[in-house]
């Protein structure tokens, strides 16, 4: 009996003792996550940001892919999936202005004149609606707004989340729904 008695408790001791280690870290990562949603919180309520977009993700019709698979051919892109961080592309909110200036892959439909500049998604003022959600549970904040260029009129719907990560949606009667997604980081004193 004795024999069976001891190798039970060092396995219990030990498993206990992993347990309790886990434990704390994952306290601590609890911890740090709550407390990045607070400084995030801060931030969409100050309404003094700015994404700065990494990679578009176009709607894939099929127009679209032939065009774009021809387009992007060695160039370490794909048709669903483009690396956008060298073009500059944003979205600011300061105060009550927004402005924001995308590439645009995708198809247009019934615009009005296009120029070459004119291509991408471009707009700067005072939505027309501008809607904030924080989800505790899932600790994100969605940020809605709707924004009329002078061509267009804009849906845009951003998810935000504390690892200062963001996905945009934006829809237009007009376009193709693109997707982007970048990163979330407070306006400098020169962008204000």
Known sequence: MKRL??????ITLTLGLHWSCGTTKNAEAIALKSSQFETLKELVAGKSFEISVETAYPMNTYAVMQVTSA??????????????????DFIKINGDTVQGELSYFG?????????????GIKFDGEPNSYEVTENEKKQSIRVEFDIKS????????????????ATVFINSMN??????DGTVKELEESDT
């Open 5 to 10: 008695y001891l190798p039970l408790l060092a």
């Open 71 to 88: 387009l992007l051919r060695n160039t370490g892109n794909a048709p669903g999936r483009i690396n956008v961080m060298g073009n500059g």
């Open 107 to 119: 198809e247009v439909r019934n615009v009005g004149v296009y120029t070459p500049s004119e291509s």
């Open 150 to 165: 002078k061509l267009e009129l804009y849906t845009v719907v951003m998810e935000l989340y504390p690892n200062n990560k």
């Open 175 to 180: 376009r193709t729904s693109i997707r982007y």
